[in-house]
């Protein structure tokens, strides 16, 4: 699983750095949470390539979503064929399609726009999901968990002492079907696993104020990405505009138990004083702290 920040800009981008987005590979599938603008050129510089399978838009600020029809271009322009998913908050779908038809047409593939709530995943696979859940930030803003399934191991000794030999139905019982023993009795999968292992976790809230739910979405996460934007000066305006300071950022993550925090998502009043940023968020939280700029990469 890797984490690359393609764009750590908020509001506005700078010379140098560009607005909210974020890209992970999941077991190869290649996932962007927002899209800001001029993201298409940064996934190149960065090695992570605009060739995705999917967006998910948190929310539909111009710095978070601005991004997209160039990306939508870039493909076309690369010769895709296969679709391209965008989950957007079920209230943006017509938005999300006015934006990409309104600046490019129709493109030559898919482009398949799909409204998400907070009930269920935006997006599922055996290997992981994405789950959204509700954010005050705007009257449809989300944040985004993104977390692997949980693993269960199979326990050989525990199925040869309810007589199963080796051989395919030890493959059914991790498959998760039920077998029957040579005497005739159902052994079911729940018998030979052990209990489910929380699998890696990255949860990015999005651009908010901390809340309970964040605290809850971003329990024990591995990796947290957090926006703070502001730092203790500003907290009024932090506060005035939905926001969140560096310092408020790193009591999420003190309070979740997370075991990392990138904040990003930074003012460009900010830009050189990320070590600041960094500084007051580590007055509340001992563990790994970064401010994150363009290009910040890691692997979980």
């Not at 939508?72 to 908050?89: F, K, S, Y």
């Not at 990409?100 to 409204?115: L, R, T």
């Not at 005035?240 to 950022?249: K, L, W």
Request: with cysteine; hydrophobic share 35%; charged share 25%.
């Amino acid at each position: 699983m890797r984490v690359t920040a393609v764009g750590t800009s908020g509001y506005l981008p700078t010379a140098q750095y560009g607005t909210s987005c974020l890209y992970l590979n999941l077991f190869g599938d290649r996932i962007l949470l927002d899209c800001g603008e001029g993201s298409q050129q940064r996934l190149m510089r960065y090695d992570a390539s605009p060739n995705v399978d999917a967006i998910c838009v948190s929310h539909f600020h111009a710095d978070h979503t601005l991004g997209i029809p160039g990306v939508v271009q870039a493909l076309e322009m690369n010769g895709r064929d296969r679709p391209l998913d965008i989950h957007v908050p079920a209230g943006r779908v017509d938005r999300a399609t006015r934006l990409v038809e309104g600046a490019y047409g129709q493109p030559s593939y898919p482009v398949e726009i799909h409204g998400y709530g907070s009930d269920e995943p935006a997006v599922e696979t055996p290997e992981y999901s994405i789950q959204p859940f509700e954010t005050p930030y705007t009257e449809h803003s989300h944040g985004l968990v993104v977390e692997e399934t949980p693993s269960r191991e199979f326990r050989v000794d525990r199925a040869r002492e309810l007589g199963i030999d080796p051989g395919p139905k030890y493959g059914r019982l991790q498959r998760g079907q039920a077998v029957e023993t040579d005497d005739g009795r159902t052994i079911e999968p729940e018998a030979v696993l052990s209990e489910p292992t929380p699998g890696r976790k990255v949860v990015y809230p999005g651009d908010t104020r901390p809340t309970p739910a964040v605290v809850e979405a971003a329990a024990d996460a591995s990796l947290l990405v957090y926006s703070a934007m502001f730092t203790d000066e500003l907290a009024e305006r932090a506060r005035s505009t939905g926001h969140s300071t560096a310092r408020e950022a790193g009591q999420v993550a003190a309070e979740a138990g997370v075991d990392r925090l990138w904040l990003t998502h930074i003012s460009p009043r900010h830009e050189g004083a990320e070590e600041q940023l960094e500084s007051q968020a580590g007055a509340v939280f001992d563990g790994d702290i970064a401010a994150v700029r363009d290009g910040h990469t890691t692997e979980l």
